[in-house]
């Protein structure tokens, strides 16, 4: 599972670059296994904050400050059939911070899959009037 999700990341990252040049973001690499010495100091230096987003493009457009986005390999939807958010306690955390990160002036929101996070990225991206 992780590795499909970091393949995602690697996939979504090569896009932002090729697409958007010019646009700063950051991925979340608390995933990427360390020696132990660079874990520890990792550690010591990373947001003690659980569930923060894999993708961060810090780029306003109308008004938001930027997207945060959740991805999720393909089919491994956070939401249920019945269009809830699913009990687990991990994509709980993750709504949490998208909850706090919505507060705060960004779109932060989920993405499964390639295609939805292109589709989400490039929506934002072109945002020239309307909210997304």
């Known amino acids: 599972m992780r590795n499909k999700e970091e393949s995602l990341q690697i996939a979504v990252s ?3 670059k090729l697409q ?12 990427i296994k360390l020696s132990i010495g660079s874990a520890v100091k990792a550690k010591k230096q990373r947001n003690p904050e659980r569930g923060l ?10 008004g938001f400050s930027g997207l945060c986005v959740e991805l999720k390999a393909e089919g491994k939807s956070p939401y249920l ?11 709980q955390e993750q709504n949490d911070v998208l909850i706090k990160l919505k507060e705060k002036g ?14 989400l990225i490039d929506n934002y991206m072109n945002q020239i009037q309307n909210h997304a």
């Open 14 to 16: 090569r896009y932002l």
């Open 20 to 31: 958007y040049p010019d646009v700063i973001f950051t991925s979340e690499s608390s995933g």
């Open 53 to 62: 987003p894999d993708l961060i493009i810090l780029e306003p457009r109308c």
């Open 81 to 91: 059939k019945d269009g809830s958010l699913s009990k687990n306690k991990h994509i």
């Open 106 to 119: 960004y779109i932060a929101k989920f993405a499964v899959g390639f295609d939805d996070a292109k589709k």
